[in-house]
């Protein structure tokens, strides 16, 4: 019943857009809690929850960095950085 967080990676990066990714990963993780919480297995949701932790930074870098979108992120990120600078 665990969640496969390396194969959920390799298959948000394979999404064509980054919101594809994005829901994929929420739909991944939001049935996986269902499923622990269906069986009343607190342990196990858990043990999802500490993964999850774990692999965030891996799934936000899917998500972002290996889809088409990400240039249009880094364009942003850098107008935001520098209206926030004054420049």
Do not use: Y
Not at 25 to 39: D, G, L, S
Not at 44 to 51: C, K, N, Q, S
């Amino acid at each position: 019943m665990a969640l496969d967080f390396g194969a959920l990676t390799r298959e948000i990066a394979a999404m064509p857009t980054v919101q594809a990714g994005l829901i994929l990963a929420m739909a991944r993780i939001r049935n996986a809690m269902e499923a622990f919480v269906e069986t009343e297995d607190l342990d196990g949701l858990r043990e999802l929850l500490a993964e999850l932790d774990a692999n965030s930074a891996v799934l936000a870098d899917a998500v972002l960095d290996r889809t088409p979108a990400q240039a249009a992120h880094e364009q942003r990120a850098v107008r935001v950085q520098q209206e926030g600078s004054g420049r």
